[in-house]
């Protein structure tokens, strides 16, 4: 039940695509859902969060969407770039005193 | 936002020796945390670095291999005890300024 699922575990698209990665829950507790980028050779960076109670958010080209009932959320990345090529990590926790859960990460390759 | 930096960036280090990994945040912050990463992989917690306490590990991790310590609201260390060739990882840093958690650089370790 403290587990986030993610997927797929690669993906490869062209530049100018939009690459979509989704994570799945079960704790419904969970009221905190991060993505990170992983660049190799670097520490994860935030990129975008969302709380429960929006079904979207949109930072730039990252947008989160979010499906409370299906305990869904996943990150489109729009106009993909290939300087967007990196890991990215779903996690989600139930408040700022429990540590993060991790998804298992996506290996994400913009082709030019 | 937080900045951690984190020293050193990289060590090669023998068996049965230990390696002490320092974490500066740029900020106060509440909770601290350790991870471990494996290439290619997800991130594993380690222990939350307790400000005036003793460290909480997760399970697989023991004070006596990795001792961490939290002396104020912006500095840690972890240390690796009596390495391994198994020990051989990424080091990550991270903390929090709620609902944000920051990581640091990392610290690639190789045991020979």
């Known amino acids: 039940q403290q587990q986030v699922k993610q997927s797929p575990q690669s993906l490869i698209v062209q530049k100018g695509g939009i690459p979509i990665i989704n994570c799945a829950y079960e704790?419904?507790?969970?009221?905190?859902f991060p993505w990170y980028q992983q660049f190799p050779g670097k520490g994860p960076a935030l990129l975008i969060a969302?709380?429960?109670d929006v079904s979207e958010k949109k930072e730039g080209r990252f947008t989160i969407s979010f499906n409370k009932s299906a305990k869904q959320f996943s990150l489109h990345i729009m106009d993909s770039q290939p300087g967007d090529s990196a890991t990215y990590f779903c996690?989600?926790?139930?408040?700022?005193?429990?540590?993060?859960?991790w998804g298992a990460g996506t290996k994400l390759i913009i082709k030019p | 936002s937080a900045v951690i930096s984190q020293k050193p960036s990289r060590d090669i280090c023998q068996r049965g020796t230990s390696l002490t990994i320092q974490c500066q945040v740029d900020s106060q912050v509440t909770m601290m945390f350790w991870y471990r990463q494996q290439p290619g992989q997800s991130l594993t917690l380690i222990a939350t670095?307790?400000?005036?306490?003793?460290?909480?590990?997760e399970s697989g991790f023991v004070i006596d291999k990795f001792p961490i310590s939290r002396p104020n609201l912006t500095f840690s260390t972890l240390t690796v005890s009596n390495m391994s060739p198994e020990d051989s990882s990424i080091y990550l840093c991270s903390a929090t300024t709620p609902p944000e958690q920051y990581f640091g650089p990392g610290t690639r370790l190789t045991v020979t």
């Open positions: 704790n419904t507790a969970f009221d905190y």
């Open positions: 670095a307790n400000q005036g306490s003793e460290a909480t590990y």
């Open positions: 969302i709380r429960p």
């Open positions: 996690a989600a926790r139930p408040d700022s005193n429990y540590q993060l859960i």
